[in-house]
């Protein structure tokens, strides 16, 4: 069995999740300790138990210490199966990184799978559900899987009240990929959102941003206006590349005008378009696992490497037999896996 500890690196839940999404597709038992020691509030919250157990759910999985607050697991799996599941956070904990732990140990399952997830799709600390479906998926696309996501309904913090329905096919076996720089921005795509809130505040959040992007010529950016249990705005901006998609969000929150974060938004994507990476820096750890798993090589360009990217190679690296090479060229980093 494999000890991996919690406390590595960042630190973060990102461990967590990728040592048990590892042991879940290796089918080789993992054992993770001092679980985010070094976090205010150490130990799983119940968006980790969710996390999982919705992995646990696909494989069978024989869980140990699994209960907020935890500091240590024992994930032991069977095989992966795919199926039907409902699985409810409990609170506005992330769906986005829900999916983040299941989606690949779904995608390498004997059949397809359909999962109902309740909780946060707008928090805090975590990829909005906008991201996962109009970056994350398509690029995890590219390593030969299928998957889809909608959003029935939305959940801000505190009380949630989202879901998110996930589906995938089984891959088989996911192919290499090496994505060489985005490329030419073809079109700016987006979606300003707010739920139990004035209309206007998507339209100001719409229009600060179409401001930032007056350079491209391609550029369309939709409202979604809803009424939900909960209560909160945001906005997800995309440039479609030649060769890739990139991504910026941002998240409302009491005392920021609409506008600000609508410009901001619009100016982390103007950042990361002009840089030439293949990924912004919220892709660049999340397709990691995907990279290491891969059949043939892959590679990416990212602006730099992050803790997290580099907490999850180290945690990639212990729990499979492959080594990811960095290298710095011009401006950017290349990342790959043979």
Known sequence: MMVVDGSQGEGGGQILRTAVALSAVTHESVKVTRIRAGRPTPGLSPSHVTS???????????????????????????????GEFRLDIGTAGSISLVIQSCLLPALLSRASTKMALTGGTNVRWSPPIDYMLE???????????????DIVSRGFFPEGGGEVLL???????????????AGKPLSIRGIAFSQNLPEHVVDRMRHAAMKGLVRFADVKLSSDHRVGRSAGAGLLLTAQCENSVLGASALGERGVRAETLGESCAADLVETVDSGASVDEHMLDQILPYM??????????????????????LVIEQLLD?????????????????
Do not use: W, Y
Request: glycine share 8%.
């Open 135 to 149: 970056v994350h998926l398509p690029i995890v696309e590219k390593f030969s899987a299928r998957c889809s996501a």
């Open 52 to 82: 999982v157990g919705a992995v646990a759910s696909l494989c069978d999985a024989k869980v140990d210490g699994l209960h907020p607050g935890s500091k240590e697991i024992t994930f032991r799996p069977e095989e992966l199966l795919g």
């Open 292 to 313: 290491a798993l891969a059949n043939g090589s892959s590679s990416i360009l990212a602006e730099e490497v992050s803790e997290h990217a580099k907490t999850n190679m």
């Open 167 to 181: 589906e995938t096919s089984p891959a088989g076996q996911l192919s290499g990929h090496d994505q060489g720089p």
């Open 322 to 338: 492959r080594r990811f090479s960095v290298k710095e060229m011009d401006n950017l980093v290349e990342i790959s896996v043979d």
